[in-house]
T-cell receptor, first 113, second 109 residues
Framework: DAGITQSPRHKVTETGTPVTLRCHQT?????MYWYRQDPGHGLRLIHY???????DKGEVSDGYSVSRSKTEDFLLTLESATSSQTSVYFC????????????FGEGSRLTVL | KNEVEQSPQNLTAQEGEFITINCSYS?????LHWLQQHPGGGIVSLFM???GKKKHGRLIATINIQEKHSSLHITASHPRDSAVYIC???????????FGTGTRLQVFP
């Protein structure tokens, strides 16, 4: 367990509203990732971070932004939520170097009405 | 074509059977991960491989770097092994994690 928590775990919101999901870790690992999981698509990378203020886009980054102002927190923001962003969102962290073990948060279920 | 391909997509087995799930990838990697996700549950890392073979209890994972292929084996399968098994690789060039679409395993008593 790498002390990774996601919040909120469940959220229902309306189209057009902003939403922020938080991923928090207690181990000061460098790499953090945000994924969404949808039936038939598996896990798809939204954004990832390789250090404070160092982030990059994944394959499904449109409509999402991220920030990492502290090592321990990686925030995912939907500026104006759409129904297509209804999904389960997972945060992951990777220990140490590029051969480090992976740990996942418990997931955040977001419903956009 | 996906950079990480898993087969089969779905697998059913009787309790006690030997199970193999395969993963092939097309990018240069630093590491390969096998993950497990129970229905409605979180995702747990089973193995991280960069070469050779690892064993945890009834689970064995192997990787062939030259052939860009990995296998996950489950010996003496049990209904509690029913889950989705996901292969993921860390890209050597970008540090991105790339996931396969998963293999859904159901083990019946």
């Amino acid at each position: 367990d790498a002390g990774i928590t996601q919040s909120p775990r469940h959220k229902v919101t309306e189209t057009g509203t902003p939403v922020t999901l938080r991923c928090h870790q207690t181990e000061n690992h460098r790499y953090m990732y945000w994924y969404r999981q949808d039936p038939g698509h598996g896990l798809r990378l939204i954004h990832y971070s390789y250090g404070v203020k160092d982030t990059d886009k994944g394959e499904v980054s449109d409509g999402y932004s991220v920030s990492r102002s502290k090592t321990e927190d990686f925030l995912l923001t939907l500026e104006s939520a759409t129904s297509s962003q209804t999904s389960v969102y997972f945060c992951a962290i990777r220990q140490g170097t590029n051969t480090g073990e992976l740990f996942f948060g418990e997931g955040s279920r977001l419903t956009v009405l | 074509k996906n950079e990480v391909e898993q087969s089969p997509q779905n697998l059913t087995a009787q309790e006690g059977e030997f199970i193999t799930i395969n993963c092939s990838y097309s990018v240069g990697i630093s590491a390969l991960h096998w993950l497990q996700q129970h229905p409605g549950g979180g995702i747990v890392s089973l193995f991280m491989l960069s070469s050779g073979k690892k064993k945890h209890g009834r689970l064995i994972a192997t990787i062939n770097i030259q052939e860009k292929h990995s296998s996950l084996h489950i010996t003496a399968s049990h209904p509690r092994d029913s889950a989705v098994y996901i292969c993921a690789v860390t890209s050597y060039n970008t540090d991105k994690l790339i996931f396969g679409t998963g293999t859904r395993l159901q083990v019946f008593p």
